[in-house]
């Protein structure tokens, strides 16, 4: 099972996007998603996070701005990404624990580039 993200581009800052991510069968049991960024030449770091239970985590950056969001049965999580800003410019990573066969496993996404101009 991977996870293929998809929905990131070139925007004018003060723009929208929404990422979208999702497994490439359903799984039966998703425990928390999120997402993930990583400029050039910074550490990848968390952008957003939701659990099993819809509860949310936003990294100070991207609070009020961006949305997290999920669809269990079709293993997808979604962001949406307003008033963008030239500093969120990063591929994004979407992340996932899936029980796959009788083990948990922690995948991540292929990455999509969002880049935002000034």
């Known amino acids: 099972v991977q996870l293929q993200a998809s929905g990131g581009g070139l925007v004018q800052a003060g723009g929208s996007l929404r990422l979208s991510c999702a497994a490439s069968r359903s799984t039966f049991r998703v425990n928390t998603m999120g997402w993930y960024r990583q400029a050039p030449g910074k550490q990848r770091e968390l952008v957003a996070v939701?659990?099993?239970?819809?509860?949310?985590n936003y990294a100070d950056s991207v609070k009020g701005r961006f949305t997290i969001s999920r669809d269990n049965a079709k293993t997808a999580v979604y962001l949406q990404m307003n008033s963008l800003k030239p500093e969120d410019t990063a591929v994004y990573y979407c992340?996932?624990?899936?029980?796959?066969?009788?083990?948990?496993?922690?995948?991540w996404g292929q990455g999509t580039q969002v880049t935002v101009s000034s």
């Open positions: 939701i659990t099993s239970g819809g509860s949310t």
């Open positions: 992340n996932a624990d899936l029980y796959i066969g009788t083990d948990w496993y922690n995948r």
